[in-house]
């Protein structure tokens, strides 16, 4: 299966400022990637689609200029939380997989802005 | 549109059994069976592709009804490292890996 790497695990960041997610896939050539957001005791909301070389497509409801999606190529997507506030406090998390298969996941990102 | 599960949340002792029910008002594609531990990202379980379906992995299995849009995930014999909140997952649009995950059900194994 695939590998996928995602960095940081962790990150506290101060109310206002941006903090980027970085999502790897070590072995695997992914045209797509999605990412998660899961607030405690609430289960995995689908936040968008990671698309290389084109635009992010976001859900409803998902402010595409306060997420910042850039998948530049075959093996990395970012997310960019813009002027990050309290409420966005969360676990993000980015997958990968091919259509009817396992979807792999990054480890995960803890957010906390203070 | 999101999938619900039941129960809420269950305690089981080591060795008795469980089910866990995923129900959707949409059709489903696929059913996807994910594991979570707090703070850690979900791990697979198993994934159903047709209706009737049924898979089992050891003491896990589980079985998909797609007239009735609905799987069950069946746990036998517990065991303490079976811990952890369950989500089922359906595939939006159908094989495109883009989960819509259920609302998690949270099971808890005491010795």
């Known amino acids: 299966g695939a590998v996928v790497s995602q960095h940081p695990s962790w990150v506290i960041c101060k109310s206002g400022t941006s903090v980027k997610i970085e999502c790897r896939s070590l072995?695997?050539?992914?045209?797509?990637m999605f990412w998660y957001r899961q607030f405690p005791k609430q289960s995995l909301m689908l936040m968008a689609t990671?698309?290389?070389?084109?635009?992010?497509?976001?859900e409803q409801g998902v402010e595409k200029d306060k997420f910042l999606i850039n998948h530049a190529s075959l093996t990395l997507s970012t997310l960019t939380v813009t002027s990050a506030h309290p409420e966005d406090s969360s676990f993000y998390i980015c997958?990968?997989?091919?259509?009817?298969?396992?979807?792999?996941f990054g480890q995960g990102t803890r957010l906390t802005v203070v | 549109q999101q999938p619900v599960q039941s129960p809420q949340a269950v305690i089981l002792r080591e060795g008795e059994d469980a089910v866990i029910n995923c129900s959707s008002s949409?059709?489903?594609?696929?059913v996807h069976w994910y594991r979570q531990k707090h703070g850690e990202a979900p791990v697979f379980l198993m994934i159903?592709?047709?209706?009737?379906e049924q898979k089992g992995h050891e003491k896990i299995s589980a079985s998909f009804n797609e007239k009735k849009q609905q799987s069950s995930l069946y746990l036998t014999a517990s065991q303490l490292s079976y811990s952890g909140t369950y989500f089922c997952?359906?595939?939006?649009?159908?094989?495109?890996?883009?989960?819509?995950f259920g609302t998690g059900t949270l099971l808890a194994v005491q010795p």
């Open positions: 997958s990968l997989g091919q259509g009817g298969t396992e979807a792999f």
């Open positions: 072995d695997f050539q992914a045209t797509t």
């Open positions: 990671s698309n290389e070389g084109s635009k992010a497509t976001y």
């Open positions: 949409k059709a489903l594609y696929s």
């Open positions: 159903l592709l047709k209706g009737g």
């Open positions: 997952g359906t595939e939006r649009g159908g094989a495109t890996n883009k989960l819509i």
